[in-house]
């Protein structure tokens, strides 16, 4: 019988003895991707395209192909606004692979990396995101896409109609656990353990990873966890049927924009884009419906429901300064204090200690970045420290060019490239129609800024192997459990102990108030 070009390429391939070779099968088909050191392989399906009447369901298995698939161009960016550069379409749910393994028996640790963008932005194939100078450390690193906005989260009564499990919404994480099944199936193939997985991510994506931690469904499909300034996670969500919170019930949201839900998936990938709420607004954020997500996160982790696996949680130390208009007097401080915190905001501000004019600035981006990002960073470390000893917080304080040179500070992502030693990059340099043209200059980063890299990157690493970041370049980072310590990444490299304590405990109790119903809301 006669063998094809192809088929004698892939059997060589295959049946070479010198190692994992740049064709790779998994359970769709066969694989072609690029490299030496360290192979990547981009663009990989791990759902079958969420287009027609597959718009606003549960991601469905690929399509197995029959002949080599080029894996060597990202895929698509998701529907978004115009943010990050590269082609979008609905059919964008893709990932990639690095590994730098030699044989496909080696069994090296993943890491998945889930990215940011508030649920709305935000693609795989961001340059800041590249896994190859992590992966050349000794793991596999893989990366996703996942729906975004009104794509990934609108719940509507026809679409909860269809679901066998009477509920709809949530698309966005039901894409992320199709992805670490997809990594539970074929990860093998590329030299990684499947049985040593660990989830990371910033922002969106650090929230994603809480999320992953109560959502049952997620059990078991990874063992380590990283989030990097998780937001939210300890303010109530919208509900699938009731009103809570301020919010209305999501259905009733997603009903308003047409009853007709197969009108609605007639309509082109602009004009559902037309439809949606707005960044970070109902119907494009995470919803509780009961099933994927039972309860509030704050509230599950505070009743033990979350799954038991090693835990890295930090934020950096001026969340917010990308996020609000500098705030220039006290009574405009007052003010601000008082649509996130109501009654509650004298009582904080005092903790803050704002004197003058002239400190507004600086206590409105630490009220709304410790308010939004660190306190619910302390309620999981808090809630996991019961049952896990391998869980450890960070707070990223170093000020680069960037955020010098912007009035930032150590700004909100300004440690992704230094956990992914992609310096000079930055990933708010790919969106200056949202955030203003943060250029790179070349004295945006020094040999400090290389050294601070190096040691953050092989710390993340060192814990995707072991569940234990210690190691060189590092003083003795102990767990959060020890009087809760948290390790500083800045000029220098630091231990300390209980981060903002009294006013974090402030915030927290107001957070519990509101989720009780006892404080009146913030609106997100």
């Known amino acids: 019988m006669k063998l094809t070009i192809t088929a004698l390429l892939v059997s060589s391939a295959l049946a070479s003895g010198s190692g994992l070779q740049t064709i790779v099968k998994i359970d769709s088909g066969l694989v072609a991707g690029s490299g030496t050191t360290v192979r990547s392989y981009k663009g990989i399906p791990y759902a079958a395209p969420p287009t027609g009447d597959l718009r606003w369901k549960p991601p469905q298995p690929v399509k197995p192909w029959s002949v080599v698939r080029a894996a060597k161009t990202f895929p698509n960016n998701c529907p978004q606004m115009t943010f990050v550069p590269g082609p979008q379409s609905e059919d964008c749910l893709g990932l990639n692979v690095w590994t730098p393994s030699r044989s496909s028996s080696d069994k090296l640790p993943v890491m998945i990396w889930i990215h940011g963008g508030g649920f709305f932005f935000g693609s795989s194939a961001q340059t800041v995101f590249d896994g190859e100078a992590l992966a ?13 906005g009104i794509f990934g989260f609108l719940a509507h009564p026809a679409l909860s109609k269809e679901s066998p499990q009477g509920v709809s919404g949530n698309y966005s994480l039901l894409d992320m656990i199709a992805a670490l099944r997809w990594v539970n199936r074929n990860i093998a193939a590329f030299g990684g353990d499947p049985g040593n997985v660990t989830i990371f991510g910033q922002s969106a994506g650090g929230t994603a990873v809480c999320l992953l931690l109560v959502a049952p469904e997620a059990k078991g499909l990874f063992q380590r966890a990283v989030s990097e300034s998780a937001a939210w996670i300890n303010t109530p969500l919208s509900r699938l049927r009731e009103p809570s919170f301020g919010h209305k019930a999501a259905e009733e949201v997603g009903e308003s924009l047409g009853p007709d839900i197969a009108a609605l998936r007639a309509k082109n990938t602009a004009e559902i884009m037309k439809l949606g709420g707005g960044p970070m607004t109902d119907p494009e954020m995470p919803i509780i419906d009961g099933v994927v997500l039972p309860d509030d996160p704050g509230q599950l982790f505070a009743s033990g429901k979350f799954h038991n696996v090693s835990l890295i949680a930090g934020t950096t130390l001026d969340e917010a300064t990308l996020f609000i208009t500098p705030v220039k007097d006290q009574a405009t401080l007052r003010s ?15 903790a803050y200690g704002a004197a003058s004019d002239a400190e507004a600035r600086e206590v409105a981006a630490q009220v709304t970045g410790d308010w939004i990002f660190l306190q619910g960073a302390r309620v999981v470390l808090r809630a996991t420290s019961k049952t896990n000893p391998q869980l450890f917080q960070y707070r990223f304080t170093h000020v680069n060019g960037v955020g010098r040179r912007n009035r930032l500070g150590a700004y909100h992502s300004s440690e992704i490239a230094y956990v992914f030693a992609t310096l000079p990059d930055s990933e708010f340099g790919m969106a200056p129609s949202m955030f203003g043209n943060f250029s790179v200059a070349a004295d945006s980063y020094n040999d400090q800024d290389e050294q601070l890299s190096q040691a953050m990157s092989a710390a993340w690493v060192r814990f995707a192997k072991t569940g234990d970041p ?4 590092l003083p003795k980072w102990p767990s959060f459990r020890q009087e809760e310590a948290y390790l500083e990444f800045g000029d220098h490299i630091v231990l300390g102990n209980a981060l903002r304590k009294v006013q974090i405990d402030l915030l927290t109790d107001f957070a519990d108030k509101w989720r009780t119903g006892t404080a009146a809301p913030s609106p997100r």
């Open 136 to 148: 050349a450390q000794g793991v596999v690193v893989v990366s996703i896409n996942y729906r975004l």
């Open 336 to 350: 601000l204090a008082g649509e996130m915190l109501g009654a509650g905001a004298d009582t904080v501000l005092k």
């Open 470 to 473: 210690n190691g060189p370049g």
